[in-house]
């Protein structure tokens, strides 16, 4: 399963700024001594990984990315000034190549990753330069040279963050759909999904940019026996390998007797005998449809299912997603304890970047992201296909 967000961009780096011809000048000598400048270099493109992104729609919103040119030279020897560079802020994961020719460039992965991808055009030689003993009035200099041009194609594909685990019917898919723009089958008769379906969850509450978002996963149901082959076998349960977060989405109130408690240790059992690392990765627990407790009874068995599930150590969550109740405060903690593991993440991923391009996340400060600002009252989802 791929989800791949893409798009195109073009790019071009500055011009180097062209070398400066100049005299010293006297009312009455005209030409004392050369000192024209040299010009500033081009402006570079650069790629910088930005873990927050989740999604390539606002580099398909700008689509062309030019760098400043670098500035002539001056007379009195005054270098040029540098282009700006141009920075295409991307998410982790983004692969770029070379549109024409398929070529891969780079894959940006490091939170703060600099790459260039299109360097500014060398500055030229002001006529100073030229000046020696025997060549005392030099009118020689260099232009600066021309930046590059490219057509570049960026691909993301998109990792789920959190990946929710269920029986049949547990109302993963609704869950996905009313938190996510996804539009997941839904019905109540087992293994409606098939395929996994991601969803971009949006956190429009909070942040400056509005950027704050995570990738959810919803899988095919789960039953017992699973890992060995039954129901539809745990081939999808390699879409859950490299999520963040597990969710566990169980019914708040038991189904034939069992208990959420008896669930959630028959999912984790599954997980557990698919990759001992799936059942240890960092989990919660979602006790969904509260809307179906009709009494103070069943209310009283949901808060005591809580309560024991707790005490195993899961943050709950008890929600209706058909109903819409408690997905503010489960989107926002998700999206914490994504922001958590992907730190640890980052961190194990800084030792295995190549040197040659560095972690910069100091400059990750200086970013300049006026463009996302105004990008983001226009956001659009991307347009994700499942290529299988
Ligand atoms: N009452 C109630 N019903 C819900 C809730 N969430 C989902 N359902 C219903 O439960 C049934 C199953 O929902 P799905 O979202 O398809 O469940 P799923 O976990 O994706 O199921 P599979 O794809 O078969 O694994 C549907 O009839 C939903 O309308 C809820 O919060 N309350
Ligand atoms: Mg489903």
Same mark, same amino acid.
């Given at each position: %399963?791929?989800?791949?967000?893409?798009?195109?961009?073009?790019?071009?780096?500055?011009?180097?700024?062209?070398? %400066?011809?100049?005299?010293?000048?006297?009312?009455?000598?005209?030409?004392?001594?050369?000192?024209?400048?040299?010009?500033?270099?081009?402006?570079?493109?650069?790629?910088?990984?930005?873990?927050?992104?989740?999604? /390539?729609?606002?580099?398909?919103?700008?689509?062309?990315?030019?760098?400043?040119?670098? =500035?002539?030279?001056?007379?009195?020897?005054?270098?040029?000034?540098?282009?700006?560079?141009?920075?295409?802020?991307?998410?982790?994961?983004?692969?770029?190549?070379?549109?024409?020719?398929?070529?891969?460039?780079?894959?940006?992965?490091?939170?703060?990753? #600099?790459?260039?991808?299109?360097?500014?055009?060398?500055?030229?030689?002001?006529?100073?330069?030229?000046?020696?003993?025997?060549?005392?009035?030099?009118?020689?200099?260099?232009?600066?040279?021309?930046?590059?041009?490219?057509?570049?194609?960026?691909?993301? +594909?998109?990792?789920?963050?959190?990946?929710?685990?269920?029986?049949?019917?547990?109302?993963?898919?609704?869950?996905?759909?009313?938190?996510?723009?996804?539009?997941?089958?839904?019905?109540?008769?087992?293994?409606?999904?098939?395929?996994?379906?991601?969803?971009?969850?949006?956190?429009?509450?909070?942040?400056?940019?509005?950027?704050?978002?995570?990738?959810?996963?919803?899988?095919?149901?789960?039953?017992?026996?699973?890992?060995?082959? #039954?129901?539809?076998?745990?081939?999808?349960?390699?879409? /859950?390998?490299?999520? +963040?977060?597990?969710?566990?989405?169980?019914?708040?109130?038991?189904?034939?007797?069992? +208990?959420?408690?008896?669930?959630?240790?028959?999912? #984790?059992?599954?997980?557990?005998?698919?990759?001992? !690392?799936?059942?240890?990765?960092?989990?919660?627990?979602?006790?969904?449809?509260?809307?179906?407790? %009709?009494?103070?009874?069943?209310?009283?068995?949901?808060?005591?299912?809580?309560?024991?599930?707790?005490?195993?150590?899961?943050? =709950?969550?008890?929600?209706?997603?058909?109903?819409?109740?408690?997905?503010?405060?489960?989107?926002?903690? /998700?999206?914490? /304890?994504?922001?958590?593991?992907?730190?640890?993440?980052?961190? %194990?991923?800084?030792?295995?970047?190549?040197?040659?391009?560095?972690?910069?996340?100091?400059?990750?400060?200086?970013?300049?992201?006026?463009?996302?600002?105004?990008?983001?009252?226009?956001? !659009?989802?991307?347009?994700?296909?499942?290529?299988?």
């Amino acid at each position: %399963m791929h989800f791949i967000d893409s798009t195109e961009v073009f790019v071009k780096s500055g011009d180097g700024g062209n070398g %400066m011809v100049s005299f010293k000048t006297a009312s009455n000598k005209p030409k004392l001594g050369a000192d024209g400048g040299d010009g500033g270099p081009g402006g570079n493109v650069v790629f910088v990984g930005f873990g927050q992104l989740n999604t /390539l729609s606002h580099v398909r919103y700008k689509h062309r990315f030019i760098a400043e040119n670098g =500035v002539r030279g001056g007379s009195n020897g005054k270098t040029g000034a540098h282009g700006a560079d141009a920075e295409i802020v991307v998410p982790l994961g983004t692969e770029v190549y070379n549109a024409k020719t398929g070529e891969k460039i780079c894959d940006i992965l490091g939170d703060g990753e #600099r790459f260039v991808v299109a360097k500014g055009g060398q500055r030229g030689l002001g006529n100073l330069r030229f000046l020696s003993s025997t060549h005392q009035a030099p009118v020689e200099f260099t232009e600066g040279k021309p930046g590059v041009e490219i057509d570049l194609r960026l691909e993301l +594909k998109l990792l789920a963050d959190v990946g929710l685990a269920g029986l049949p019917n547990a109302g993963k898919s609704t869950l996905l759909s009313v938190l996510s723009s996804a539009k997941p089958k839904i019905a109540d008769y087992p293994f409606t999904t098939l395929v996994p379906n991601l969803g971009v969850v949006e956190l429009r509450e909070r942040g400056e940019f509005n950027l704050q978002s995570f990738v959810m996963a919803d899988v095919p149901g789960l039953i017992e026996g699973a890992s060995e082959g #039954r129901g539809l076998g745990h081939s999808f349960l390699r879409h /859950l390998e490299r999520t +963040k977060v597990i969710a566990y989405v169980i019914d708040a109130l038991p189904i034939d007797g069992e +208990k959420p408690e008896a669930t959630l240790e028959l999912l #984790r059992r599954e997980l557990e005998n698919y990759d001992t !690392k799936l059942s240890s990765r960092t989990a919660v627990v979602i006790l969904n449809k509260i809307d179906i407790a %009709m009494d103070e009874a069943d209310q009283a068995l949901i808060q005591s299912s809580k309560e024991l599930i707790e005490s195993a150590g899961y943050r =709950v969550f008890l929600v209706s997603a058909m109903n819409r109740e408690g997905l503010v405060d489960l989107k926002e903690q /998700l999206f914490d /304890l994504v922001q958590e593991e992907k730190k640890i993440w980052n961190e %194990m991923m800084a030792t295995k970047i190549p040197q040659h391009r560095g972690l910069l996340p100091a400059e990750l400060a200086g970013i300049d992201f006026s463009g996302l600002k105004n990008f983001s009252e226009s956001f !659009k989802l991307p347009q994700i296909h499942a290529v299988q």
